[in-house]
T-cell receptor
Framework: KNEVEQSPQNLTAQEGEFITINCSYSVGISALHWLQQHPGGGIVSLFMLSSGKKKHGRLIATINIQEKHSSLHITASHPRDSAVYIC??????????FGAGTRLTVKP | EPEVTQTPSHQVTQMGQEVILRCVPISNHLYFYWYRQILGQKVEFLVS????????KSEIFDDQFSVERPDGSNFTLKIRSTKLEDSAMYFCASRTPRGARGYTFGSGTRLTVV
């Protein structure tokens, strides 16, 4: 069964802390996406990965194909980073399968 | 930065009525998608559209649903005879064949069936 598991489910951090959110999947994939869902519901695509590591500002995403695992890191976290972070993978067909999300709250 | 635009932002409809959710994808994107998210649940894939036809659809996308790109800019999702369980947030997305971040999502249409 093609599953996507995220951990933790909920995460509370103090401003400035380093954040790690994890995503594991069950079988080989063609691509993995990290998405950010704001409290109002809108979704923003952060990264698309098939190997290695990508960085954008304070966000870093890594993927280990052999271990079927990806991490999203946020350096110097800020209250505006508070959102739900979703891992989504493309196993093949159909399109993408989504994780349940990690709800991040960053306190000032 | 280019955006995917969805209208309306919120629609309330009576059970059994037809609704059309509208999306304007980014103009140079070639692949278009609809997803839904029932409150408190995961985002789910509904359908993808390429070259003026459906390329993939999920088990959710049954005969009640249809998609259309009527005029080269709009991309619509029609739900015939809505049911209470169709209440959800519906997201449109588009992408180019290769993009650094992948998909661009619209801000969603919240559909409430009463």
């Amino acid at each position: 069964k093609n599953e996507v598991e995220q951990s933790p489910q909920n995460l509370t951090a103090q401003e400035g802390e380093f954040i790690t959110i994890n995503c594991s999947y069950s079988v080989g994939i063609s691509a993995l996406h990290w998405l950010q869902q704001h409290p109002g519901g809108g979704i923003v695509s952060l990264f698309m990965l098939s190997s290695g590591k990508k960085k954008h500002g304070r966000l870093i995403a890594t993927i280990n194909i052999q271990e079927k695992h990806s991490s999203l890191h946020i350096t110097a976290s800020h209250p505006r980073d508070s959102a739900v972070y979703i891992c989504a993978v493309r196993f093949g067909r159909p399109d993408m399968r989504f994780g349940a999300g990690t709800r991040l709250t960053v306190k000032p | 930065e280019p955006e995917v635009t969805q209208t309306p932002s919120h629609q309330v409809t009576q059970m059994g009525q037809e609704v059309i959710l509208r999306c304007v994808p980014i103009s140079n994107h070639l692949y278009f998608y609809w997803y839904r998210q029932i409150l408190g649940q995961k985002v789910e894939f509904l359908v993808s559209f390429y070259n003026n036809e459906i390329s993939e659809k999920s088990e959710i996308f049954d005969d009640q649903f249809s998609v259309e790109r009527p005029d080269g800019s709009n991309f619509t999702l029609k739900i015939r005879s809505t049911k209470l369980e169709d209440s959800a947030m519906y997201f449109c997305a588009s992408r180019t064949p290769r993009g650094a971040r992948g998909y661009t999502f619209g801000s969603g249409t919240r559909l409430t069936v009463v």
